[in-house]
């Protein structure tokens, strides 16, 4: 085993770094846990009314907060090690699903417990992805960035895939509330290697308060033309897809397909692609990453498309899994530019920024797609999505600094110094 392991660090040296050791434990325990919770939580609100417009209202109270909580996080994550804003948020969604869980056992959940038990999971999550992508840069060089942002992503989606397979079991044999334990349990158990991560934080505000803060990171924001040109695509892309692929998607599924099976089987497809994608970008990285990340998004049309038309099941399943594997390659590449051109001090602020500004407008997809597909039809709809992040993606592309920006760009020379000899470009 130790063995193994040397191998390992010399082929990575990656692993070679005590901070990023515990953090990829956290990453592979964490989704793991949370996996258990959204699997528990659809089947518990499903056992208790049998309503799906009740489970949309409880899955609807875990998004809410990240349009207030994910801002705050930011400007949090830049004044404090970003590891104590992770075990903030651990800590409440542990609480929410814990409780949740013992409600559920016991025979005293209500539907408002979820609600509210949810919202609180929903600001653990909305406080969660600032200070991550924050936590990162700070305990890896440069040099190795890349292939950490690839070998954590491996074990966030292996774990997601793991977490998701096992939780259908206990929640199968044991009932959702056990699921919903583990997770509190699971999550619980990344407190202490999180708390041994050593990066620190900037540790004094930025002059201004927490507005002045948010001032100053919407400035950051804002100059990098690439940053927000992206931002703004996948804000139509990410709204399209949710409404054309992830709601209508499961109708096409019953009616043409054989029901929840085949849509079991195009989920696993991406999943597995994601995976592949992750292995990929260990040695991968595009001339023109912010081009190739407005390129990806631009193909996620292929998703409403390939069920507007009618494919057939393998040749959708084999589209889901080459989409899941240009996604993962474009997450990592984002993640990587993100941390390169960003002052480390504003990092989880512009984060913020981007997380909220790309997913805002996922809700208004989904409230959108089921009326205009009752009005249309399904595959209306669906092309109709298609083509709304065709039209972005192109639009972003007139953007010079999106299609001429090259990987070397904007990597600090103190960063590159401070790279292993064997891994330094």
């Avoid at 590449?333 to 602020?349: C, F, Y």
Wanted: glycine share 10%.
């Amino acid at each position: 085993m130790v063995m193994l392991w040397r191998a390992l660090a010399r082929r990575f040296p990656v692993f070679e770094i005590r901070d990023f050791r515990l953090l990829l434990a956290d990453r592979f325990l964490a989704p793991a846990a949370v996996a258990f919770s959204l699997v528990g939580v659809s089947f518990a609100v499903l056992d208790l009314t049998g309503s799906t417009a009740d489970l949309a209202y409880v899955l609807a109270a875990q998004i809410a907060p990240s349009l207030v909580f994910t801002l705050i996080s930011g400007v949090i994550a830049d004044r404090v090690p970003p590891q104590r804003v992770i075990v903030a948020a651990n800590v409440m969604i542990a609480v929410a699903e814990g409780l949740l869980g013992i409600l559920v056992l016991t025979g005293q959940v209500r539907l408002w417990h979820m609600i509210v038990l949810e919202s609180l999971t929903g600001v653990g999550m909305a406080v969660f992805y600032p200070a991550s992508q924050a936590l990162l840069p700070k305990i890896v060089p440069d040099g190795v960035l890349q292939q950490a942002n690839a070998v954590s992503r491996l074990a966030m989606n292996f774990a997601q895939m793991g977490g998701a397979a096992v939780a259908g079991v206990v929640v199968a044999v044991a009932g959702p509330g056990w699921a919903l334990a583990v997770c509190g349990v699971g999550l619980l158990g990344t407190i202490p290697m999180l708390l041994s991560i050593r990066a620190t934080g900037r540790g004094s505000a930025g002059g201004g308060g927490m507005i002045g803060d948010l001032r100053d990171g919407w400035s950051e924001f804002v100059s990098h033309t690439w940053l927000w040109a992206i931002v703004v695509q996948f804000c139509v892309v990410l709204m399209a897809w949710y409404g054309g692929f992830m709601v209508l998607g499961p109708a096409v599924a019953k009616a043409e397909m054989g029901g929840p099976a085949a849509w079991g089987l195009i989920t696993s497809a991406e999943a597995l692609g994601l995976i592949l994608g992750g292995v990929v970008s260990l040695r991968y990285t595009p001339r023109r990453p912010i081009l190739a990340v407005a390129l990806i998004g631009a193909s996620i049309a292929v998703a409403p498309l390939s069920l507007a038309m009618h494919w057939p099941l393998p040749v959708v399943c084999v589209a889901a899994g080459l989409l899941g594997l240009g996604m993962e390659v474009m997450m990592v590449q984002w993640s990587v530019a993100l941390a390169r051109r960003i002052p480390t001090e504003r990092l989880a602020r512009v984060s913020a920024y981007d997380a909220l500004g790309s997913v805002m407008a996922m809700p208004l997809g989904a409230l959108l797609a089921g009326p205009i597909a009752e009005h249309i039809g399904l595959s209306p709809t669906q092309y109709g999505a298609a083509a709304l992040i065709v039209v972005a993606s192109a639009l972003t592309l007139l953007s010079r600094q999106v299609r001429t920006m090259r990987a070397s760009e904007g990597i600090a020379a103190e960063d590159l110094a401070a790279a292993p000899a064997s891994t330094a470009p």
